[in-house]
């Protein structure tokens, strides 16, 4: 284990993280709030505590997967550990475990909230809210990258620790240069989502939060009721985007290039769109009763299924209301989640497409048991690592699903509320059913439950592995296993 | 700002390299140190695992030949196309499929004799920058090292007027215990001692530096002068009569072939009765030996000790290591050992192996040159570029084509870099050691060592 460098990067982490706190005490600058003087000294705290970690860089700056991972889990515990202490200090989440899963729900991009009133937040600490949305979408470690020269090709192992999918390809093949592609796509997206917003008459802090809610696909709304109260206009921009942000990021890459054809051939965005637009028509024509409005029906429920399947978890309406049959797509939408390479969370539109695959080739080889079919995508083959890793995957991500529901059953708040709760929380949404739903909140939960949502936050986020590597015992044997002592 | 990423610095070329083998992955490795965007292409997922886990690149899986692959991977805006893979039918149809859509630069490696013939017609016909021949460096390289088989290492400057020698100065040698600044005044000063390895550490030394037994030594002289110098020191310059060569494969042909052109007499040793048939026809003037080459009385029957050089080319690293030590063991030959694959050069330069020879390094040290050249800005082109001292430093030939802030001032004016020497100076023929009074001029071709690495172009040499 490399814990110099592993120490290093973290140190790196937080004067960044400190970096992204001067943002908040601007705004309490801006808003004349007291608060914000919380923000500039926690900034200011941590950015010499990052300086002290990693003032000296480490002679050996090898990383392999394992610290790729180690890093990676750390620095988002650490970031939210950080980052949940302005709301403890500031008084407004007086609980630390509180503060501490609001945190984690930042920047994990889930928007699953313990505030009953998100109106009653202050200017400054709203905006680190809905910021660690926004940091948390792309990824601190990512922008790490893009910022930090740092050579060697062993920095992979960063990324491929940190970003959603099955398997990471560069853009580019500079590490550094495909890190800042990312962030400036990024960036643009939500700018031009910002201004789409303010033309709708939204205030513009609350464009700004917003879009930070959206462009990591987080969730946190800066209104009591999400975002029922607002035009249709408003709930079209927000709809369009949250799609924009579940796409596959190398789909804008190649658009930039103009590699249209080649763009609009990826299979997983085409899937991708075919879900939304499938399950849209499927909600509207049931729950039309509902509204009994063509219009806005078909609004709601693309509403509904974007935020579902991008993972952000904005409500239009409360779909805890809905009529079964929609409930139970919604629920299927959650696992099925974004496309791979996308800021959104969940199992991703891609794995599922391999599993289908496997299936049809499972199917095949009963009637043809010596036939011999190869899956592929996008016209390549999938190598047979890459279908082993989502089966492993997905076993994981059931086993961990099942573990967690048992434990927060121990609250007694219905099956349907536990199930979803956990549903909503390693899928990186937010709001689930009944007594997590959409006008609910997490406050209600025992610490027990709340501490499993947050491991769940995190796994989801950080794609199970790096978090479970946290608990393998091999991980902190310190001589590599096949040293043995020589008598 | 997207266009910056889009289009990145002029600095940093766009390089395609097709085929990850040993050369491919030296290539990989120091082309990519170097700060270039490079993509590989390799049929083989697992050594794709392996490079994308080491290097900061693009991988891509496919036959370089195939016309989407090379779309895919952008060969239309690359400056640099390299095919090393280890076919050269393949190389040359690679080199030749990426030349229909794109403006790069193309290299291709050939080894086999059949095109080797007709390297030059090729190149020009195909439109190629460069066809490079490992085989045949490497082959070239052993030769240089068997006409003064007292060196390590031979390379050539200036088109062979200027050679740089390594060598390891022997017990008793009147060069230990003398400073470099005497050895200018009692016994020559037409050499240039660039550079000493002493116990792993490598140094380019100043006048005060004391010379002691076992350094190696590089120094840079005229081609007469040096064997006047080495005569000087008691050193034999006499080249080889002889030369016992195991194994018959490519290398085998093109170092005998080399050796017997210069007079060496040459013996063969090959295990397989066809290939020796076929050597024999290739090579009348060798004598070809049909002898089991693994077996102690095999060599040793096929007179190893009556041989003054012994050259092992099996293809199989640890063979030819075994069989150097062997024959060190059992004669006074000069030894040269040939590393194709293996890795672990701080064992193998502990190991008493005498010369070493790198093929993959030979290679790549070419194309390295040329991609820097292609970086460089015109002012100054590069000529030649070695790694010496196990790739600690690097001796490099400019040819200065332009003006720039290095060309036309008196050397001791220079705000030089450290670590750094101007090694000789050409001018029109004439090999110049230079002093502080001695200028660069236009037209000259400038040698400089440096443990610096990544020098695209002479105003480098400046702070």
Known sequence: MNASMIIYILGHVLRIEGIFMLMPALMGLIYQEKNGWVFLFMAAGLFLLGFLLSFKKPKNTTIYLKEGCVITALSWIMMSFFGCLPFYITKEIPSLLDAFFETVSGFTTTGASILPDPEALCHATQFWRCFTHWVGGMGVLVFLLAIIPMSGGSNINLMRAESPGPSVGKLVPKMRQTAALLYLIYFFLTILEVFFLVLGKMPVFDSVCTSFATAGTGGFGVYRNSFAGQSDYLQWVVTIFMIFFGVNFNFYFLLLYRYFKKAFKMSEVRAYLFIILGTTLLISANSFQLFNDLPDTFRHAAFQVASIITTTGFASNDFNLWPEPSKVLLVVLMFVGACAGSTGGGIKVSRFMILIKSIKKELQSYVHPKSVSKLSMDGSPIEHEVVRSVNVFFITFMILFTASVFFVSFDNKGMITSFTAVAATINNIGPGLELVGPTQNYAGFSPLAKIVLCFDMLAGRLELFPMLMLFNPKLYHTKPFYTHKIK | ?463
């Open chain 2, 1 to 463: 700002m997207f266009s910056k990423l889009v289009h990145p610095t002029t600095k940093s070329l766009k390089i395609i390299i097709v085929g990850n083998g040993k050369v491919g992955h030296t290539l990989t490795e120091q082309l990519s140190k170097e700060g270039n965007n490079i993509t590989v292409i390799e049929k083989d997922a697992s050594v794709i695992a392996d490079l994308d886990a080491q290097f900061d690149i693009i991988t891509i899986k496919g036959n370089g030949a195939s016309y989407n692959t090379l779309k895919e991977a952008g060969v239309e805006d690359a400056d640099l196309f390299i095919a090393v893979t280890g076919s050269d039918e393949l190389n040359l149809l690679c080199c030749t499929i990426a030349k229909q859509f794109s403006k790069c630069a193309a290299i291709a490696r050939v080894r086999t004799p059949d095109y080797s013939q007709e390297v030059a017609y090729l190149r020009d016909k195909l439109g190629l920058a460069m066809i490079i021949n490992p085989e045949l460096e490497s082959a070239r390289e052993m030769a240089r090292i068997l006409y003064l088989p007292t060196a390590l290492q031979v390379n050539t400057f200036a088109h062979g007027q200027a050679e740089m020698i390594k060598f390891k100065i022997p017990e008793g040698n009147i060069l230990d215990d003398m400073t470099i600044a005497n050895l200018g005044k009692h016994v020559t000063h037409n050499i240039l001692i660039c550079g000493i390895e002493r116990a792993g550490e490598v140094v380019i030394p100043s006048g005060a530096f004391v010379l002691k037994a076992d350094d190696i030594l590089y120094f840079v002289a005229k081609r007469d002068e040096a064997r006047k110098f080495l005569k000087n020191i008691h050193i034999f310059t006499k080249q080889v009569k002889n030369t016992m060569i195991v194994g018959g494969g490519l290398s085998t042909y093109y170092l005998a072939n080399e050796l017997l052109h210069t007079g060496i007499d040459v013996h063969i040793l090959e295990s397989s009765f066809e290939r020796c048939n076929e050597l024999s026809t290739l090579l009348p003037d060798a004598v070809v030996i049909n002898s089991d080459v693994s077996s102690q009385e095999g060599l040793l029957g096929a007179g190893l000790k009556d041989m003054e050089a012994f050259v092992p080319l099996t293809g199989i690293d640890e063979e030819n290591i075994l069989l150097t030590l062997f024959a060190k063991k059992v004669s006074k030959a000069k030894v040269i050992t040939k590393i194709n694959r293996i890795n672990f050069s701080d064992v193998i330069s502990d190991l008493d192996l005498g010369s070493v020879v790198y093929p993959k390094l030979i290679t790549s040290e070419a194309i390295i040159a040329y991609a820097r050249a292609l970086r460089a800005s015109r002012s100054s082109e590069i000529e030649t570029l070695y790694h010496i001292f196990d790739s600690k430093a690097e001796a490099i030939e400019f040819r200065i084509t332009e003006a720039s802030p290095a060309v036309g001032k008196e050397l001791k004016d220079l705000q030089l870099k450290k670590d750094l020497l101007i090694a000789f100076i050409n001018r029109k023929g004439k090999i110049i050691i230079p002093s502080g009074s001695d200028t660069i001029e236009i037209g000259d071709t400038v040698m400089i060592v440096t443990t610096h690495t990544g020098f695209t172009e002479i105003r480098d040499i400046l702070r």
